[in-house]
């Protein structure tokens, strides 16, 4: 992730898929973590 502008959109993007429960993300490290119960391969 290249800016906190392009996280942030990722991170709400990723919040639409049913069953995710909470999403960090850290565009300094460029680390995105997902808390749910859903399919790897489906995000």
Do not use: Q, T
């Not at 049913?18 to 391969?41: M, Q, T, W, Y």
């Amino acid at each position: 992730m290249h800016c906190e502008g392009f996280a942030m959109k990722v991170k709400r993007s990723i919040k639409g898929f049913e069953g995710i429960e909470d999403v960090k993300g850290d565009s300094g490290n460029n680390n995105l973590a997902v808390v749910g119960k859903i399919d790897p391969l489906k995000i």
